[in-house]
Structures are given as C-alpha cells and as structure tokens.
C-alpha cells in the first residue's frame, strides 16, 4: 500500500470519529459511541498481547483497571486542587500507571510463555481484584470511587460536562492510540514480536531474546489498556472492582477474537460488535448473553479467524474482479441461514416468556398455542435445509472465484 493510500484511510478513520456525533444526534447515540471508544483502544492493546505477540492473557482487565483508578484519583486531587492541568491528560495519566504496572508485572511473567503465561495472568488478575476489596482507601472497596471531570482548567473553555464533549476527547485519544500502535507493528520490536509468536526457537536463534521482545510488546499493550481505563474514568467518573476482575478480562478476549486476531482492524471490529451487543441488544432481551456466547461459538467453529479473517477472505477474488459473482450464492445460502437463526431466537425467547405472550419481530406470539411452536419449528427446518441444499453451490462459486487457472499463473 503506497503511503497515499495509507494517509487516506487514517484521514477517513479520523473523519467517522469526528462525523459520528453530527449523523447520530442522540443521548443514546453519544453514550454507544464513547463505549465504543473506550472498547476500541482495550481491544487493540490486547492485540499487541496475543494477536500480535501471542501471549494468551487472563488479566489483561489489571492495566486498564489500574489505569482508570489512577485516573479517578487524578480527578479527585483536582477536585480538593492538589494539582491544576486540563483533564484532556487523564487518559494519559492511566496509560503511565498502566505501564508501570505492565513493567513490573511482565519483569517475570513474560519469562514463560504458552499456557505458564496464561495461568500467570489468570492468577495475578485473581490476586488484584481481591486486593481490590483489602486496599479501601486506594480501590474504594466494592463501591469503588468516584469523581467529577467538570474540575479543573477549562480547554478552550470546554468544561466536559457533557457527553459529548467527553466523546470528542475521547475519539481524539482513540485515533492518538490507534496510530502509535500500528505504528509499532511497523517497529522492530513488532515484527520480531510476530516472529516469536510463530517461532520462539527461530528467533532466539537469530539472536533475539524471545523474553524481551515479549517483555516490550507487554508493556505497550500496558500502556495502551492503561489508557483505555482512563478513558473509562472519565466517561463514567467512577470506577469499581468490576473493572479488574476475570469478567472483563473475558470480555476483551472475545472482543478481539470475534473481530479477528492478528489483524489489526479485527479488534475494532470486535469491540464495535460487542457494544452494539451490550448496549443496544440487552434493552431488548435478558438473553443477549446467551446470544453473545453463541456468537462466539459460531465464529470459533466457522470464523476461526474472526471477522477480519473473513474479510480478507476475499482478497483474491477482489483482485480478480470476481467478487461480484459471490453475491447470487451468498444471498441463496444467507437468507435461509439468517431465516434460521431468527426462528430460533423466537423458540429461546418463547422458552424464556414462559406464559407470557412474546413481541418479536413486529409479531406477538403466544407460547400456550401449540401452533405457535409448529410454525416456528416448520421454518427453522425448512431454513436449515435451505442452508444445507445451497452449500455446494456456495462451495463451487467459491472454488470458481479464488481458483487461479494455470495459464494465470
């Protein structure tokens, strides 16, 4: 990709950061948008872990919480005037704490790595957030802390008491941390991080000490988390034990394995998914959960390499303009497959209304008629064979797309 191309998309990364707010106009619309902020700049530090690195991490929720705790302090001594600069810092603030605890927590994790490493993580994520609960005056125990961004110096006379102007900030963050963090898959220490992943033994051959080189991609992806924990603190303007444990660890994992490991688009991807999923999907159903694990299921079984992956996919079949003819066989298979799993959404849902009648897809069923469950039945099998009878044709187009002929080559 020549470096014109290359500016053009960071120019039109930066253009949907800064139109977002002017096409959705709406309290909801803004308070999505800041989470997917947030979750954009974690998802992508967790990358430089194990989609870049390939350290498998269970507590990779430890720098982004430390950081957003640091960051509700920082606002706190602004409040009580202990220190006096804008809060546009605060996220940084977070992102130097956060590595600071990447430096030392990686001085001895980073020796091992594979499952050593996991179980390290995994344990000393256990062991901060039960430290959590011990050390009130810092963590604030299992209320947390709290405090106000209004304080402190204006910017240019913005005060961040509205969303939206804490969103502006926080895109302007997001595009600061995405582009120093492609940048250091461009670095060096990137690239050897990629071959230490794939070949540990090879590197250190070559001269390579396989333990720094992750050492120094677990710092960065320290100080990115760090930085998303502070834009965290200054969203909310409070933080809890929550946000250190096992479940948001978890939460980041699937973020960037559903969008897509190694690529560095996929963890976006991921973290704009799992927003929608969290933010919009649970106002509809208290089984958005399930719905998530299914998610995850599926693009482990068929997405092994996420979203991204899939994308990418077609790569071959773009450059030889035969991306067109995917479309007739991808419609065939994904209509009766999406078909499919919206009958089968309604079958859950009717399971978990129990008596009560169920408002789904601008239908109200009723699941103490027998003939609610026949009909929906009927159309998920006859969806799934719909699915299953395209499959072949798919295949062959497919084949027929990225099959490149002999005189071709």
Known sequence: MTLLKKMSVWVAYLAVLLLLPQLFDSILAISVFNQMAIAIVFALSYNMLLGQGGMLSFGHAVYFGMGGFLAVHALLMLETETV?????WIPLIGGLFGLLAAIFIGSFSTRKAGTVFAMISLGIGELIAASSLIFVDFFGGEAGISGD????????????????????????????????????????????ANAVRDNPVRAEFIGYSA????????????????????????????????????????????????????YFIGPI????????????????????????????????????????GFIMMHQLAWVR??????????????????TFM????????????????????GL???PSLEGTWIVLVVIAAAALYGTRRSLPQLRAAWHSANHIPDEER
């Open 269 to 308: 991807i991921g973290a704009v998914l799992l927003t929608l999923m969290n933010s919009l999907l649970s106002n509809y159903t208290e089984l958005w959960m399930l719905y998530l694990g299914i998610l995850f299921l599926l693009t482990v079984m068929f997405l092994p390499r996420g979203f991204a």
């Open 342 to 361: 919206l009958s089968l959404i309604a079958l859950i849902e009717l399971v978990h209304a129990e008596a009560e009648s169920l408002h789904i897809y």
């Open 364 to 366: 109200t069923l009723d």
């Open 321 to 338: 303009g035969k991306l067109r003819d995917l479309v007739v066989p991808y419609l065939m298979t994904g209509i009766p497959a999406l």
């Open 211 to 262: 333990r720094h080189v992750r050492f120094i991609s677990f710092c960065a992806s320290g100080l990115f988390a760090g930085i998303a924990g502070g834009l965290f603190a200054l969203n909310y303007e409070f933080i809890t034990e929550e946000n250190l444990n096992a479940a948001t660890s978890g939460r980041v994992l699937l973020m960037a394995y559903i969008g897509g490991l190694g």
């Open 149 to 192: 961004r209004t304080y402190g110096p204006t910017f240019f006379g913005i005060d961040f008491a509205q969303n939206v102007e804490v969103y502006y900030l926080a895109a302007g963050w997001v595009f600061i941390s995405t582009v120093f963090m492609y940048l250091f898959t461009q670095t060096p220490a990137g690239r050897m």
């Open 84 to 88: 006096h600069f804008s809060i546009i």
